[in-house]
């Protein structure tokens, strides 16, 4: 199944209106690759890899979330998710490590 997502730009205007919620998040290039795929509280997370956060990535440029009620349904998600992007592309997005 081919997913679609909205795309936000990476800045700190358009990251201050998102949810301190659990979920699952995307950051991706310029060209909207994904690079890395996150869960936790959106909002933290993404305040932390902003390029004056302590974390930060400096080639993204755009972001993608969704919202989950609890941590372990973002956890089912998030597994969902880097599943998904490695059986389609072969391997782990860019930033995420493959698990041992």
Known sequence: MLMEFTYYPYNNKFVDK????????RLASSSKRILFIGRGNIKKHLLKHLPDGP??????AFFSIEYYETGEEAATAWKEALEEYESKFGSPPLYNKKEE
């Open 18 to 25: 998102v949810e301190e919620r659990w979920g699952v998040y």
């Open 55 to 60: 974390s930060p990535a400096a080639d993204v």
